[in-house]
């Protein structure tokens, strides 16, 4: 059963490009949710996206978008690049059909993104 | 609006010591607090987790208490490994295992053999 996959493992970006990160969220979840980690911080939630739709967002940027296909699978789009948007970008998965927090989100093991 | 502050690390200590990582909440109501961890080059893996006040979380030795009326959620061990050096997150969520999870800085720890 495989947990949840990210690629690319590593990037290198210069300012100004565009930038599509991709997740495939684990076997029976149908919600994504993406987070951003700069070094030396903890994750900041970016948005959710649960039947194909933006469900949450945080405190970001236009400039980060994102979409989910029929198959759960989500990307993460950043556009204008700049040098803060260095981090650690990780996906979570969770299912909308087990209530409460017995099941928690599960994490992959994120897209290092470096921009030059 | 809600938020997680978490003792500043790094923490070193010697195999087998006593380990506490401190952690308070602001957040109103009822959320769910958890401990994460992350090993070098990984993700996040939930460590443990309590869901109401007075519940204590375990796991692989590590415990912590659901403190309501001192809005905290300490980290402790009894005898720490050298494989348990990581990076430890304390983190709340709101509702349910799809709401978002808002989480502290971390600390790092390094145990030295």
């Known amino acids: 059963d495989a947990g949840v996959t990210q690629s690319p493992t590593h990037l290198i970006k210069t300012r100004g490009q565009q930038v599509t990160l991709r997740c495939s969220p684990k076997s029976g979840h149908d919600t994504v949710s993406w987070y951003q980690q700069a070094l030396g911080q903890g994750p900041q939630f970016i948005f959710q996206?649960?039947?194909?739709?933006?469900?949450q967002r945080g405190n970001f940027p236009d400039r980060f978008s994102g979409h989910q296909f029929p198959n759960y699978s989500s990307e993460l789009n950043v556009n204008a690049l700049l040098l803060g948007d260095s981090a650690l970008y990780l996906c979570?998965?969770?299912?909308?059909?087990?209530?409460?927090?017995?099941?928690?989100?599960?994490f992959g093991d994120g897209t290092r993104l470096s921009i030059l | 609006g809600d938020s997680v502050t978490q003792m500043e690390g790094p923490v070193t200590l010697s195999e087998e010591a006593f380990l506490t990582i401190n952690c308070t909440y602001t957040a109103t109501g009822y959320p769910s607090l958890f401990w994460y961890v992350q090993y070098p080059g990984e993700g996040l893996q939930l460590l443990l987790k309590?869901?109401?006040?007075?519940d204590k979380g375990s796991n692989k030795g590590f415990e912590a208490t659901y403190r309501k009326e001192t809005t905290s959620f300490h980290l402790e061990k009894g005898s720490v490994q050298v494989s348990d050096s990581a990076v430890y997150f304390c983190?709340?969520?709101?509702?349910?295992?799809?709401?978002?999870?808002?989480f502290g800085s971390g600390t790092r720890l390094s145990i030295r053999p």
């Open positions: 996206y649960y039947e194909e739709e933006e469900r």
């Open positions: 309590a869901t109401k006040a007075d």
């Open positions: 979570a998965s969770s299912s909308s059909r087990m209530r409460g927090v017995r099941q928690p989100q599960h």
């Open positions: 983190a709340l969520s709101r509702y349910s295992s799809a709401s978002k999870i808002i």
